[in-house]
Nanobody
Framework: QVQLVESGGGLVQAGGSRRLSCVAS????????MGWYRQASGKERELVAR???????TYADFVKGRFTISRDDVNNTLYLQMNSLKPEDTAVYYC????????WGQGTQVTVSS
């Protein structure tokens, strides 16, 4: 059973920054592709950013230039640095691990006030 635990969410003012973390256990972290998704109230879950096992990154258009995904394979941790936050970034952010199947964390709420 893959265990993913997110942290770092909270309330932040528009224009501010926040860093999310996701600690993974019970997996061989460095061979998994990892990602951050988000789900706003009443909307479907959507991709924010992904990073391959080799470090290649992909970003949704709406976060390009503002968010940075990174991984620390020594400490089995995934990060999402979020800058220039907007109220529309308000959502529950989920960590994802993918090898032959998807595993998800419980999510962490990010609320951006205007």
């Amino acid at each position: 059973q893959v265990q993913l635990v997110e942290s770092g969410g909270g309330l932040v003012q528009a224009g501010g920054s926040r860093r999310l973390s996701c600690v993974a256990s019970t997996i061989i972290f460095n061979i998994h592709a990892m990602g951050w998704y988000r789900q706003a109230s009443g909307k479907e879950r959507e991709l924010v950013a992904r990073i391959s096992s080799g470090g290649s990154t992909t970003y949704a258009d709406f976060v390009k230039g503002r968010f940075t995904i990174s991984r620390d394979d020594v400490n089995n941790t995934l990060y999402l640095q979020m800058n220039s936050l907007k109220p529309e970034d308000t959502a529950v952010y989920y960590c994802n691990a993918r090898l032959f199947q998807d595993s998800w964390g419980q999510g962490t709420q990010v609320t951006v006030s205007s």
